[in-house]
């Protein structure tokens, strides 16, 4: 009965800019925490970002300085702003949401041209 659905994702040439969101559909009445994940082949879904309700954010150390993650708790909606993109982070992107358990999206897909 949630359903979140990712956006945004493209392809883009290293040093460029994408915004991803998240928008959570459905039976919500509140949205704990919510984060971003990213995935490439043959490897281990990894956190790259977290926000909880009031708004702490957690980033993991290789997009420190370069993404930025925040919500609209109006719109039930999350965002990634991902700027100076690097091929490294080519992967598939995934939100997911704590909403009496955990949600996850289908994923985005991000590319990053050299």
């Known amino acids: 009965q949630v359903q979140l659905v990712e956006s945004g994702g493209g392809l883009v040439q290293a040093g460029g800019s994408l915004r991803l969101s998240c928008a959570a559909s459905?039976?919500?009445?509140?949205?704990?925490?919510m984060g971003w994940y990213r995935q490439a082949p043959g490897k281990q879904r990894e956190l790259v970002a977290g926000?909880?309700?009031?708004?702490?954010?957690n980033y993991a150390d290789s997009v420190k300085g370069r993404f930025t993650i925040s919500r609209d708790n109006s719109k039930n909606t999350v965002y990634l702003q991902m700027n100076s993109l690097k091929p490294e982070d080519t992967d598939v992107y995934y939100c997911?949401?704590?909403?009496?358990?955990?949600?996850w999206g289908r994923g985005t897909q991000v590319t990053v041209s050299s």
């Open positions: 997911n949401a704590f909403i009496r358990t955990v949600y």
């Open positions: 459905g039976s919500i009445i509140s949205i704990g925490s």
């Open positions: 926000i909880t309700r009031g708004g702490v954010t």
